[in-house]
């Protein structure tokens, strides 16, 4: 029994072995991830914050196929989804040393953030144009717009932050100056955007 | 990165599509209507299976050492169920009082 423990030590060292790089990634990518985890977690309070405001509410939440367009909102998904697939591609162009394929992948990605940002404007002005403000709507409580405005505005503004790096990135990848881990970096925090997409998706307009 | 043995691209078009067929399936499920609790299990269950992929396959956290991949699992998954479960608890308690 002590010597099958023995055993595993060698694989748990691997895997959980301390040192000087304890998850085995560079420190760069190391703080990246924290910054993820901790980026996430704001966003985990924002939904828990949504999720009491709608359990709450005295009353009932509107529902939400009649006050958005579904498709229009499968249509954003779609675009971050496939920009998500272009970053990974841009990454591992650039880990393999493909530059022309890493650009044009970040160039793509750049085009998919646009267009994203670009239907969100528009379902913003349009539901603004409907009456929908931080302080009332005319489908429900006032925490129903309070809750979209918020969610969505946050996760726009990472969007916009995420597409300025991007950029940032590319132009420095054309003239050469942007290592592959540089490229990974941003996407990502790329990825991490589109993660953050699928839960505000899920539970804000389709639960 | 294992993917490099084989198309090293190969990896992200089948989560893109992957991601999409989900999505399509969530739409449908709640443009069917289905009863309330099966929406909520289907859903939250596919939105999970989502945000696995896109962790795994394009944030590579399947090639990363597990202590990495827990760290990030862990600090996010846990601290969130922990909040909620408190705020559940809490908006139980205010619901009661604001119905009474």
Redesign the interface.
């Known amino acids: 029994m002590q010597a099958e423990a023995a055993a595993h030590v060698p694989a748990l060292e691997a895997h959980w072995g301390g040192g000087a790089a304890p998850f085995g990634a560079t420190w760069q990518k190391t703080m990246m991830w924290i910054f993820i985890v901790t980026d996430g977690l704001l966003f985990s309070g924002l939904l828990c914050g949504y999720g009491f405001l709608r359990h709450v509410s005295p009353v009932p939440w509107p529902r939400q196929s009649e006050v958005f367009s579904i498709p229009f909102i499968a249509l954003m998904t779609f675009i971050l989804i496939t920009s998500s697939m272009t970053m990974g591609t841009a990454v591992t162009a650039a880990r393999l040393g493909d530059r022309k394929r890493a650009l044009n992948n970040l160039v793509f990605t750049i085009v998919g953030g646009l267009c994203f940002l670009g239907c969100q404007a528009y379902e913003w002005s349009h539901l603004i144009h409907e009456g929908a403000r931080l302080t009332g709507n005319p489908w429900g409580p006032p925490q129903f717009t309070q809750a979209f405005f918020v969610l969505t505005g946050f996760h726009g503004s990472h969007v916009l932050s995420g597409l300025v790096i991007l950029t940032i990135t590319a132009i420095r990848a054309s003239m050469g100056k942007t290592p592959a881990q540089g490229v990974e970096m941003a996407g990502l925090y790329w990825h991490f955007v589109d993660l953050v997409w699928v839960f505000i998706f899920t539970l804000f307009y389709l639960l | 990165?294992s993917?490099?043995t084989g198309n090293?691209?190969r990896?992200?078009?089948i989560?893109?599509v992957i991601?999409?067929i989900i999505?399509t399936a969530?739409?449908g499920a709640?443009?069917f209507h289905l009863p309330r609790i099966f929406?909520?299990v289907f859903?939250?269950a596919?939105?999970m299976v989502?945000?696995t992929m896109?962790?795994g396959?394009?944030?590579h956290l399947r090639y990363?050492?597990?202590?990495?991949a827990v760290?990030?699992a862990a600090?996010?998954l846990v601290?969130?169920l922990i909040?909620?479960s408190f705020?559940?608890r809490?908006?139980?308690y205010?619901?009661q009082r604001?119905?009474q």
């Open positions: 990165m993917e490099t090293p691209y990896i992200y078009r989560t893109w991601l999409l999505t969530m739409l709640e443009a929406l909520i859903l939250l596919f939105m989502k945000a896109i962790g396959n394009f944030m990363e050492k597990p202590s990495l760290m990030v600090g996010i601290t969130s909040l909620y705020i559940s809490e908006s139980h205010i619901a604001l119905s």
